[in-house]
Structures are given as C-alpha cells and as structure tokens.
Nanobody
Framework: QLQASGGGLVQAGGSLRLSCAASVASARGLSRYIMAWIRQAPGNERELVATIGWDNGRTYYTDSMKGRATISRDNTKKTVYLQMNSLKPEDTAVYYC????????????WGQGTQVTVSS
C-alpha cells in the first residue's frame, strides 16, 4: 500500500512537501522499483511529475517542474517525498504516488491522491 499525504491549500509562490509511505517490510522490497508522483487536474489527463529510482536515486522531472520540485526517498522511513516550491495556480491537481517494477511500462501500484490547490 502507498499512502500519500501533504497536500493542501497554498498561495502562489508557496511550497508544499508531499509524502508517500510504502507499506513494505523493508526498503529492500523497493529496490527494483521506480517511484513516481503523477498529477491530474480536472478535465486534464494524468501527467507524470517526477520519478526516482529507489535503488540508484536517478530522477526525472517534467519540464514544468524542473527547478521547482525535488523528489527524494528515505530508506529508513520507506517514504518518497516531493518538495514543490514556487507553486503556481496551474499546479493545482490531485497528486498521486505510484510505483512500478524496473522494466515495466505501466505503474501498477497506486496510492490514493492528495489534493494540492494553489490560489492566485
């Protein structure tokens, strides 16, 4: 199970840190997974925001979040974080954490969403 938290209402220019806790016995269970944050705004398709390889820490960011977001993971807490700064109204969406095994095309493990609302 993936448990997302940390969403909320923030003014434009503000920051939020999202957390995604994985219910696994140990972090080794995540070593062959790609962890991701994916968002969906009303009327829009899902958008991949950021990913991190749990084992190698390699990251990816969608262009609109480069320089404003940092994805990280904590082995001890088995948690993935998404720190978002300089938030814009267009960042408003439901943010989901998701995971997939290395080599898989689709994300097969999803958490519930957390709402991020950025007011202008």
């Amino acid at each position: 199970q993936l448990q997302a938290s940390g969403g909320g209402l923030v003014q434009a220019g503000g920051s939020l840190r999202l957390s995604c806790a994985a219910s696994v016995a140990s972090a080794r269970g995540l070593s062959r997974y790609i962890m991701a944050w994916i968002r969906q705004a009303p009327g829009n398709e899902r958008e991949l925001v950021a990913t991190i390889g749990w084992d190698n820490g390699r990251t990816y960011y969608t262009d609109s979040m480069k320089g404003r977001a940092t994805i990280s993971r904590d082995n001890t807490k088995k948690t993935v974080y998404l720190q978002m700064n300089s938030l814009k109204p267009e960042d408003t969406a439901v943010y989901y954490c998701a995971a997939k095994p290395l080599g898989d095309a689709a994300y097969s493990w999803w958490g519930q969403g957390t709402q991020v609302t950025v007011s202008s």
